[in-house]
Nanobody, 115 residues
Framework: QVQLVESGGGLVQPGGSLRVSCAASGFTFSSYYMSWVRQAPGKGLEWVSVINIGSGNTDYADSVKGRFTISRDNAKNTLYLQMNSLKPEDTALYYC????????WGKGTLVTVSS
């Protein structure tokens, strides 16, 4: 069965960095676009970033552009999100999502940006 398991969340101070990961299994990871979506406390879902199959093309929400970097390792079936210059408004549950249809979601990893 398809599984997406996020990890790497935690508490970080404003201006700090964090990398979250998503371990994928149960499908051919290298055949799918992958995305990160986040949900801040008490707010709706916000798309963050997407990466294509071969890692050649990426896209970002304006709110994270220039600070976040999405990447993937198809040999390890793992998706990453490197987050730099973190702000309190980046505090959210970060979800790993499969494909352009966004048909499978992980359970999320919590990132808290606070002093």
């Amino acid at each position: 069965q398809v599984q997406l398991v996020e990890s790497g969340g935690g508490l970080v101070q404003p201006g700090g960095s964090l990398r979250v990961s998503c371990a994928a299994s149960g499908f051919t990871f290298s055949s799918y676009y992958m995305s990160w979506v986040r949900q801040a406390p008490g707010k709706g879902l916000e798309w963050v970033s997407v990466i294509n199959i071969g890692s050649g093309n990426t896209d970002y929400a304006d709110s994270v552009k220039g600070r976040f970097t999405i990447s993937r390792d198809n040999a390890k079936n793992t998706l990453y999100l490197q987050m730099n210059s973190l702000k309190p408004e980046d505090t959210a549950l970060y979800y790993c999502v499969r494909g352009s249809a966004m048909d499978y979601w992980g359970k999320g990893t919590l990132v808290t940006v606070s002093s």
